[in-house]
């Protein structure tokens, strides 16, 4: 995950709003990806970006693409302890085989 | 439907033996993928499977990693000679088809511990 960085880890309060960074190197990137794991759990898509979009929102998530900067931004509103978990962004980065290069995970905790 | 199931859910094994991981992707599913995740190294790509297609073997680490597929559904993952530093969650992921943009639905992984 060498081209995909992310923070390690956040702590909010229950109800704050937490947003969880990203930033990649690959310019050609076409499409970029949040998931989250829980713990035992596997990967779990949340949402995802193309390239050419600059906001997705979907319920409380809100996905913001600077491609002038490569950076990703993931914002939980509301933010509660459910989603306490392991956030990894990730990057396609075109062709055909659809393989993901991710982020090494921000560790969100969400505090009572 | 069932999602993708993997089997061993935990295996430990010692140094120098060879492991078999089995990944039973979703029915229907053309494209699978194999991932590492490792303290050290993130989440990494391993391998990548489509349809009758050549497999994309650009993430192996060395050639003690080898996989199939067989009939197009189940794929085995096998580890020969097993190091330490193979010690890692082993992911699978299946899609509809391969390609930018096509949802990668991932199994719980299997937790190898080398000892």
């Known amino acids: 995950g060498e081209d995909v960085e992310q923070s390690l880890f956040l702590s909010v309060r229950e109800g704050d709003s937490s947003v969880i960074n990203c930033t990649y190197t690959?310019?050609?990137?076409?499409?970029l990806y949040w998931y989250k794991q829980e713990p035992g759990a596997g990967l779990q898509l949340l949402t995802y970006?193309?390239?050419?979009?600059d906001m997705k929102q979907d319920q409380r998530l809100t996905v913001l693409l600077n491609k002038k900067d490569k950076h990703l931004s993931l914002r939980i509103a509301d933010t509660q302890t459910g989603d306490s978990a392991i956030y990894f962004c990730?990057?396609?980065?075109?062709?055909?085989?659809?393989?993901?290069?991710f982020g090494q995970g921000t560790t969100l905790q969400v505090k009572p | 439907g069932a999602g993708v199931s993997q089997s061993p859910s935990n295996k430990v094994t010692e140094k120098g033996k060879d492991v078999e991981l089995r990944c039973d992707p979703i029915?229907?599913?053309?494209?699978l993928y194999w991932y590492r995740q490792s303290l050290g190294q993130g989440l990494e790509f391993l391998i990548y499977?489509?349809?009758?297609?050549?497999?994309?073997k650009s993430g192996l680490p060395s050639d003690r990693f080898s996989a199939e597929r067989t009939g197009g559904s189940v794929s085995t993952l096998t580890i020969q000679r097993t190091q330490q530093e193979d010690s890692a969650v082993y992911l699978c992921?299946?899609?509809?088809?391969?390609?930018?943009?096509?949802?990668?639905?991932f199994g719980p992984g299997t937790r190898l511990l080398v000892l």
């Open positions: 029915s229907g599913h053309t494209a």
């Open positions: 690959d310019s050609s990137s076409t499409y």
């Open positions: 499977f489509q349809g009758n297609s050549a497999p994309d």
């Open positions: 992921a299946s899609s509809l088809r391969s390609g930018d943009g096509e949802t990668q639905y």
């Open positions: 970006i193309f390239s050419n979009m």
């Open positions: 990730a990057e396609s980065r075109g062709g055909n085989t659809g393989k993901l290069i």
